[in-house]
């Protein structure tokens, strides 16, 4: 590794870094997980009981997309509170994508929240039963994303989610939708304040912004995505440390090697930011108290459950 790389490599995240699933505190963990099962296609992986908590992992073929934690003594979310605003799902085509829209529209538990043409990405909202935000979305070709002023351009422009369905619904995969691959794409966050939340995902964790000028939010992502993690004030302007609620749980995310880890750990406590370190992932928590943990990638679904 050249000087400039090593430079690099001790102040960002690693290109090469995916999103892994994120864990939800629910608490009705059948109704929330037939939710999952039924309107987005997803296949139960793995299950354990640690303590009083069951934790249910629920994905597309190996790929945990969702881990759900059933902490039923929990008050409800608060939707002014820090936390999740949604949990993007990746699709790796139009047709998967119109798939899975189809199938969360016609299960009367969803709360359709709209649908957006961002430019980089077309993308579908619905909020779960218990109020956690979800967008089901497809990326368009990077060599289709646009720059202006060393910024990415994004927006928020109509897209009729009808004929989207209309012109890219088809049959055999909705059949079969559970089979179509699937991920975790990106986590957007609530947070209290845009300062704090760079500072601490940017400055500390080492993720690189990519828009910043989009009014109450800043996006930002390792090597050159539009964005892994996102933040806005749109609901929780001023908002404090969270208190135990359900909802977001952990944000996942995994790097490739433990060189990674250790410049992590490195960054984490040239700011004195307090973290926990098992050997294969390093576990902290953002201004607000939204757990955030790091894993080397390739993690089993019994590691991933016994976090």
Do not use: C, K
């Not at 997980?33 to 073929?61: D, F, N, T, W």
């Not at 109509?158 to 004929?163: E, G, M, S, V």
């Not at 947070?191 to 109450?216: C, K, N």
């Not at 609901?235 to 790097?255: K, T």
């Amino acid at each position: 590794m050249s000087p400039d790389n090593a430079s690099v490599s001790e102040r960002t995240l690693s290109a090469d870094l995916a999103m892994d699933a994120v864990s939800l505190r629910v608490g009705d963990l059948e109704r929330m997980s037939s939710y999952y099962e039924h309107a987005l296609a997803l296949v139960p992986i793995e299950e354990r009981s640690l303590g009083r908590e069951v934790h249910r992992v629920l994905g597309r073929g190996t790929t945990p997309m969702v881990r759900l934690v059933h902490t039923p003594d929990l008050p409800a979310t608060n939707p002014r509170d820090a936390g999740l605003f949604h949990t993007a799902f990746l699709f790796d085509d139009a047709a998967s994508l119109a798939a899975t829209v189809y199938r969360a529209a016609r299960d009367p538990r969803s709360t359709f929240a709209g649908s957006s043409d961002h430019l980089v990405s077309e993308a579908f909202y619905f909020t779960d039963p218990e109020g956690n935000g979800i967008e089901l979305y497809v990326d368009r070709p990077r060599n289709a994303w646009s720059y202006e002023n060393g910024e990415l351009r994004m927006d928020t422009l109509p897209l009729d989610p009808n004929a989207y369905l209309s012109a890219h619904l088809d049959e055999a995969v909705l059949a079969h939708a559970e089979r179509q691959s699937g991920g975790v794409g990106h986590v957007h966050l609530q947070v209290g304040d845009l300062a704090r939340a760079r500072d601490f995902y940017v400055g500390v964790l080492g993720f690189e912004a990519t828009v910043t000028g989009y009014p109450g939010a800043l996006f930002a992502s390792a090597g050159g995505y539009h964005h892994h993690v996102a933040m806005n004030t749109w609901n929780s302007l001023g908002a404090g440390p969270r208190g135990a609620r359900l909802g977001l749980g952990d944000v996942a995310i995994a790097l490739p090697a433990r060189e990674d880890l250790d410049a992590l750990a490195a960054r984490l406590r040239g700011r004195g930011v307090a973290f926990a370190d098992t050997g294969r992932s390093i576990v902290v928590d953002d201004p607000w108290g939204t757990q955030v943990t790091l894993s080397l990638a390739g993690a089993t679904t019994q590691e991933l459950l016994a976090g």
